[in-house]
Structures are given as structure tokens and as C-alpha cells.
């Protein structure tokens, strides 16, 4: 079974940064893509990224494309996600997830796709 544990959140001013991990084991972290979600109190888990087991087509939300980057260091089985020109909008508790079914490449980027989710990491963009 597949852990999957999620670090880098923090409190930061809008307009900065801040970089995620996704460290997973359990697992061969390689075969499998990985996403991004995040929710906001009061609001339903949404997509945020996604990338495939080999690092190709990464895959974004139109709120957060130009401005968060997601990639993958298999040799390390984690996943990041790098996120630039926060806003306050951005504030919620990011989770990371990994595909279901290995070596996926489907173009459906909703919760059901995803099989194991990590605990989250809040992210707090004060304005």
C-alpha cells in the first residue's frame, strides 16, 4: 500500500512562493502519475496539476497555469509542486495523490482517477 506525505506548506504574502513534496512509498513510485488537488474550507476538493509516471504532459487547472509548475524526481519517488505569484485565492489545504492504475494516460483529472491521497499541507496566502 502506497503512503504518500506532503510537506512545504506554509503562511506566505501574496505574490510569494512556496515549493511542495510529495515524498510516496510503499510503491513503485515510477509506474504511477501523480496530481495535485487543494481545497478551501467550505469547498469541494478541486484539481489543481497532474503529471504522468514518466514526468510528460503535465496537466493544469486554468487558475493556477503559468504560475505553478509540477514535477516529478523519480529517482527519489516524489512529486513537487512549485507555486509562484500566490494569491490569497490559492489558500487551502493541498493534498497530493497518486493514479489508480499504473502507466495511466487518460485526460481525466478528477478525484475517482486518483487512488491514494496523502494527510495534506496547508497553504496560507495573507494579503
Known amino acids: 500500500q502506497v503512503q504518500l506525505v506532503e510537506s512545504g506548506g506554509g503562511l506566505v504574502q501574496a505574490g510569494g512562493s512556496l515549493r511542495l513534496s510529495c515524498a510516496a512509498s510503499?510503491?513503485?513510485?515510477?509506474?504511477?502519475?501523480m496530481g495535485w488537488f487543494r481545497q478551501a474550507p467550505g469547498k469541494e476538493r478541486e484539481f489543481v496539476a497532474a503529471?504522468?509516471?514518466?514526468?510528460?504532459?503535465?496537466y493544469y487547472a486554468d487558475s493556477v497555469k503559468g504560475r505553478f509548475t509540477i514535477s516529478r524526481d523519480n529517482a527519489k519517488s516524489t512529486v513537487y509542486l512549485q507555486m509562484n505569484s500566490l494569491k490569497p485565492e490559492d489558500t487551502a489545504v493541498y493534498y497530493c495523490?497518486?493514479?489508480?492504475?499504473?502507466?495511466?494516460?487518460?485526460?481525466?483529472?478528477?478525484?475517482?482517477?486518483?487512488?491514494?491521497w496523502g494527510q495534506g499541507t496547508q497553504v496560507t496566502v495573507s494579503s
Open positions: 495523490a497518486t493514479d489508480r492504475q499504473p502507466y495511466y494516460g487518460g485526460r481525466d483529472y478528477g478525484v475517482g482517477r486518483f487512488g491514494s
Open positions: 510503499g510503491r513503485t513510485f515510477s509506474m504511477y502519475g
Open positions: 503529471i504522468r509516471w514518466n514526468g510528460n504532459s503535465p
